[in-house]
């Protein structure tokens, strides 16, 4: 959705469901609703093999729908992320990101204390 200068005219999306393994190896899929131009959240995803996914569903009900398949088909949306809402009308995007595992941060150097769960923000 497009910034708007003026905050009462600002568009929000629908809503954003994030689909991941956390850091304790649960699988989750929190939904981010009513978003608005430059909202972000913070999530810390489990590191295996060097490597996390993080994939995004995107819905938006209002009528200029920007989340549409050129075939009109539905986006295939696991059910503890959301289903009830129109899949024709969603948007998933994947991204797999390179990390560390505890193990490998531990035994890294390192200047100073960090922790060894990685966090990501996204939106």
């Given at each position: 959705?497009?910034?708007?200068?003026?905050?009462?005219?600002?568009?929000?999306?629908?809503?954003?469901?994030?689909?991941?393994?956390?850091?304790?190896?649960?699988?989750?899929c929190p939904k981010f609703e009513g978003l608005k131009c430059g909202a972000a959240a913070e999530v810390t995803l489990h590191c295996y093999d060097g490597k996390s996914v993080l994939d995004l569903y995107m819905f938006d009900d209002a009528d200029d729908n920007m989340f549409t398949q050129a075939d009109g088909s539905p986006v295939e949306i696991p059910n503890t992320c959301d289903a009830t809402s129109d899949r024709t009308k969603m948007c998933h995007s994947r991204?797999?990101?390179?990390?560390?595992?505890q193990q490998e941060e531990e035994e890294k150097p390192q200047p100073m204390e960090e922790a060894a769960e990685k966090r990501y923000w996204f939106f």
């Open positions: 959705k497009g910034c708007a200068a003026d905050d009462a005219q600002q568009e929000t999306l629908s809503w954003i469901a994030a689909d991941f393994i956390r850091s304790d190896e649960e699988l989750t991204y797999i990101v390179k990390c560390a595992t």
